[in-house]
């Protein structure tokens, strides 16, 4: 039983089994053997396809800063009013995270402790920023309330984009992902926009 899963093991497929169990765990609990235990390989198996846990760590927060770095690159986020483009980028943001939950979740729970949750967490800072960056220009173009500060607005909607990975569950009858989007859309531009 073990050889088959063996000779069907992928890096794909052992990268989601970690950040299942980072995600159960916490990255600091979880160990090689609790990583080995979970995908039914020895850890030998496993430093075949990783150096260890801190790169399966990397590869996993790499995916979820990936997709919302592609985010920034749509046409939609960059080409024009302000306003329009961060209304693309939160909706977009939403999909993301719902399309790649569990990596996001794990994102979201990095506290910079190793290398590679610095890193990590630099990266998240960056993407905030420019998200932050065209907040503030569309205030500046006055689509956006003037009197609510950016940092404060930007963080109040990060807050409520983020707070999803704790309650969303794709596999319970309820919202749908382009339902959450459209909601968290709705609100946050109900209360943004300049009338």
Not at 5 to 26: C, H, I, Q
Not at 31 to 47: F, N, P, T, W
Not at 117 to 135: G, I, K, M, S, T
């Amino acid at each position: 039983m073990t050889t088959a899963k063996r000779d069907t093991y992928t890096p794909e497929t052992l990268l989601s089994v970690a950040v299942g169990v980072f995600n159960e765990r916490g990255y600091d609990g979880t160990s090689m053997e609790h990583l080995s235990r979970a995908a039914g390989i020895s850890k030998s198996s496993i430093y075949h396809h990783v150096s260890g846990k801190e790169e399966l760590l990397r590869r996993a927060v790499s995916r979820a800063l990936d997709g919302l770095f592609a985010i920034l690159d749509e046409e939609h986020a960059r080409v024009g009013r302000p306003v329009d483009r961060l209304e693309h980028v939160v909706r977009r943001m939403v999909e993301v995270l719902i399309a790649e939950l569990p990596y996001v979740t794990l994102l979201l729970r990095v506290r910079g402790n190793t290398e590679a949750e610095r890193w990590a967490l630099d990266r998240r800072r960056d993407f905030d920023h420019r998200v932050a960056d065209l907040l503030r220009a569309a205030a500046e173009d006055g689509d956006v309330r003037g009197d609510v500060e950016v940092r404060l607005a930007t963080r109040l909607v990060f807050g409520m984009i983020n707070s999803i990975v704790e309650w969303y569950r794709p596999e319970t009858r309820g919202a749908s992902g382009r339902e959450v989007a459209d909601a968290v859309v709705r609100l946050v531009f109900a209360g943004l926009r300049e009338e």
